[in-house]
Nanobody
Framework: VQLQASGGGSVQTGGSLRLSCAAS????????MAWFRQAPGKERAFVAG???????YYADSVKGRFTISRDNAKNTVYLQMNSLKPEDTAVYYC?????????????WGQGTQVTVSS
């Protein structure tokens, strides 16, 4: 499976961005997906996950601000990010989940940079 994240950019505090992650392969609809992020000097951290039946799970730090969704027809998972804060600045990655709701496979595609300025 190849994963390509896109949609990052630079915004001011309170702004919004929508990330996309396109996955290759024909089995996308059969596995849970998630977004993780890695800020400078920190470990990669779970952000949000979505199961095959569209059940969602979020890190406490993004609840109420971020929304994860998926379009199986397009093999794509999305992350709508609203009310962005400087602490959301990170490289964002999508991945398959090995164990619901937040244990990933150790495979990371190219991430996308999100920078939030105050």
């Amino acid at each position: 499976v190849q994963l390509q994240a896109s949609g990052g950019g630079s915004v001011q505090t309170g702004g919004s961005l929508r990330l996309s992650c396109a996955a290759s392969g024909r089995t996308f609809s059969t596995y849970s997906m998630a977004w993780f992020r890695q800020a400078p000097g920190k470990e990669r951290a779970f952000v949000a996950g979505i199961s095959v039946n569209h059940m969602r799970y979020y890190a406490d730090s993004v609840k109420g601000r971020f929304t994860i969704s998926r379009d199986n027809a397009k093999n794509t998972v999305y992350l709508q990010m609203n009310s962005l804060k400087p602490e959301d600045t990170a490289v964002y990655y999508c991945t398959r989940l090995r164990v619901w709701p937040s244990i990933p496979y150790n495979y990371w595609g190219q991430g996308t940079q999100v920078t939030v300025s105050s």
